[in-house]
């Protein structure tokens, strides 16, 4: 029997995440629909219908997939979190990834290093479930992607492929640092480069990205990011979740002043050694390889593409009642639906 299922986001950068599960829906015979709010309203998945908020409460979806830190809560359906992004210890653990805001009955988590914690806050609080799937936004790595990555891979010609990505927290972005840098190595035309900027860095910095574009250099848009992925080599950043997305694939990674360097990454403070990073890292010793395979078990084992449709069973489950009977939700998530109304200009009746 066909069900309706929500898609909702509040930013561009959520698109490639509920892209995969849209597919997977569609595959599975199900109907989907998408609600994009705040900084992602206007955009658009292939094949999937926009709705409002009177339209989406009219829906009364089965499940409602956020890729948002929040999700209505006066919606129908199972309210499902499968995250933005990795957690990459930009803020700490009570402000950051692990913040628990009532909002959600099931956390579908990406690997060990985020499903330890949220079981055990699950222990505790008891008011939602956990299941651990792999996330949606990496199924394209490990898929045919109908040659796009191929396509941004041809015009290097043969020249190692670095991909440059950067956050849009100014205090850790690498962008400002190291134009001059990327600059000049695209000008030398020894490497090809794939460039991309947070879609909420400034407009001034998109245009000096924008500008570096030419023969040795493309600007990628944030729906091309993972085939970009899939054709480069080697990334550069800083302390983004795009980091964490790249070594899945068990690909090297050279970070700018991360703010938590770790084994896995080859980080550099001097943005004149960024030429001597990039020849390490293409030419990678045994070492770092092993430390890049050991924290790709830890952050995403899977490497099947089918952590969508992981994520759509576990939910499944859920409302199935296998996952276990959950506590009524806390008096803050009360707050926060409140908040979410008056944001929303809402308040009519609950769906349920």
Not at 23 to 32: F, K, M, N, P
Not at 47 to 55: A, T, Y
Not at 139 to 163: H, K, M, Q, T
Not at 266 to 271: G, N, T
Request: hydrophobic fraction near 45%.
């Amino acid at each position: 029997m066909m069900a309706e299922y929500l898609l909702f986001a509040t930013e561009r950068y959520a698109l490639p995440i509920l892209a995969p599960l849209a597919q997977a829906l569609h595959a599975s015979g199900q109907s989907v629909s998408a609600w994009f709010a705040d900084g992602a309203a206007g955009s658009q998945l292939p094949g999937v219908p926009n709705v409002d908020l009177r339209q989406a409460l009219a829906l009364r979806p089965r499940a409602v997939f956020s890729a948002a830190n929040w999700v209505p809560p006066f919606i129908a359906g199972a309210k499902v979190q499968v995250f933005h992004g990795f957690n990459v210890q930009k803020r700490d653990s009570a402000r950051g990834h692990f913040r628990v805001r009532g909002l959600f009955d099931l956390y579908c988590t990406q690997g060990p290093a985020t499903t330890d914690p949220f079981r055990a806050l699950a222990e505790r609080e008891g008011h939602f479930a956990v299941a651990q799937t792999g996330w949606p936004k990496l199924d394209p790595l490990f898929r045919e992607d109908g040659g796009a990555s191929a396509a941004l891979r041809a015009p290097a010609a043969g020249r190692p492929v670095i991909l440059f990505g950067s956050t849009f927290t100014e205090r850790l972005s690498a962008a400002p640092h190291l134009y001059e840098q990327i600059a000049a190595d695209i000008a030398r035309g020894e490497r090809y480069w794939l460039l991309t900027l947070h879609p909420k860095c400034s407009e001034a910095l998109f245009a000096r990205y924008r500008a570096l574009a030419g023969a040795h250099a493309a600007f990628i848009e944030p729906e091309q990011v993972m085939a970009a992925q899939r054709a480069a080599d080697v990334l550069v950043s800083d302390t983004s979740s795009i980091v964490s997305e790249f070594l899945v694939q068990h690909k090297p990674v050279v970070t700018f002043r991360n703010r938590v360097p770790q084994p896995h990454m080859i980080d550099f403070d001097e943005a004149t050694a960024l030429p001597a990073m990039l020849d390490r890292a293409l030419a990678p010793e045994p070492a770092l390889m092993a430390e890049i395979r050991r924290y790709a078990e830890t952050i995403h084992p899977y490497r099947d593409g089918c952590s969508s449709e992981r994520v759509i069973a576990a939910t499944e489950d859920f409302l199935a009642g296998e996952l276990g009977v959950l506590k009524r939700k806390p008096f803050g998530a009360w707050t926060r639906g409140l908040q979410i109304r008056r944001e929303l200009g809402y308040w009519g009746p609950a769906k349920r």
